[in-house]
């Protein structure tokens, strides 16, 4: 697995689980910087980072990491 598909993958599961737990008010806020757009509190991106993580372990472990 390459780093773009552990980086769609890490991100399809976090938006997946914050919507099912309903965590999206408290991990996601405004981004002031960009218009329209959001940013993970402290929070959502240690939650995110976990996710990425997990993934990246798991395919080094299994040989299928690129």
Known sequence: MNREEIFTL?????????DQLDLREKLVIKDPDNLGGTKNTEEGSDLYYCIEDTIKDYFKTTGEAE
Do not use: F
């Open 10 to 18: 890490a991100d399809s599961l976090y938006w997946s689980i914050i």
